[in-house]
């Protein structure tokens, strides 16, 4: 279902929108929008990866969060984002629709967060050459973990 991954902080550099996840469910939804304008104004020329980043939580997946559309940056410079350095589950989505597979992955997320595992310090999208079809996608998800609850839980998925 998932493995364990510690990343060192990286920057991104991108487009921002603050929602959340009940409004993401309506008409009123901001993240596509977001990905729209992102590529349309080709943003580092649309090299992969691109990421998705979910940061600055008001809580947990029930408040407000940051939604950043962006690419790597190697440099920590004005409205640059980082996200820190961490230990991560890195999920990966079946191959499908992109939409579909991503979204369905975040409910397999929500249900195995239950042991409360998240630290809600920055969470993200990688696209890279797997997701470049948008109707044969695979996408991975990383979500920060506290080290040492997942420890004590033994990792068991």
Same mark, same amino acid.
Do not use: C
């Given at each position: 279902?998932?493995?364990?991954?510690?990343?060192?902080?990286?920057?991104? #550099?991108?487009?921002?929108?603050?929602?959340?996840?009940?409004?993401?469910?309506?008409?009123?939804?901001?993240?596509?929008?977001?990905?729209?304008?992102?590529?349309?104004?080709?943003?580092?020329?649309?090299?992969?990866?691109?990421?998705?980043?979910? =940061?600055?939580?008001?809580? #947990?997946?029930?408040? =407000?969060?940051?939604?950043?559309?962006?690419?790597?940056?190697?440099?920590?410079?004005?409205?640059?984002?980082?996200?820190?350095?961490?230990?991560?589950?890195?999920?990966?989505?079946?191959?499908?629709?992109?939409?579909?597979?991503?979204?369905?992955?975040?409910?397999?997320?929500?249900?195995? #967060?239950?042991?409360?595992?998240?630290?809600?310090?920055?969470?993200?999208?990688?696209?890279?050459?797997?997701?470049? #079809?948008?109707?044969?996608?695979?996408?991975?998800?990383?979500?920060?973990?506290?080290?040492?609850?997942?420890?004590?839980?033994?990792?068991?998925?």
């Amino acid at each position: 279902m998932y493995d364990i991954v510690t990343l060192e902080k990286k920057w991104i #550099d991108g487009l921002s929108v603050r929602t959340t996840n009940e409004i993401e469910q309506t008409k009123e939804r901001k993240i596509a929008p977001l990905w729209e304008q992102f590529f349309a104004q080709q943003l580092h020329g649309g090299q992969a990866p691109v990421i998705g980043l979910y =940061s600055d939580y008001e809580k #947990d997946e029930h408040g =407000s969060y940051l939604f950043t559309a962006g690419q790597f940056s190697n440099q920590q410079r004005e409205h640059v984002l980082e996200i820190p350095a961490a230990t991560y589950a890195r999920f990966r989505t079946r191959k499908g629709p992109i939409e579909e597979v991503v979204l369905e992955t975040w409910y397999k997320i929500w249900a195995w #967060d239950q042991r409360h595992l998240r630290t809600y310090t920055g969470d993200f999208e990688w696209y890279d050459e797997r997701s470049i #079809d948008p109707k044969e996608a695979e996408v991975e998800i990383y979500i920060a973990v506290d080290e040492k609850i997942f420890a004590k839980t033994n990792g068991i998925s």
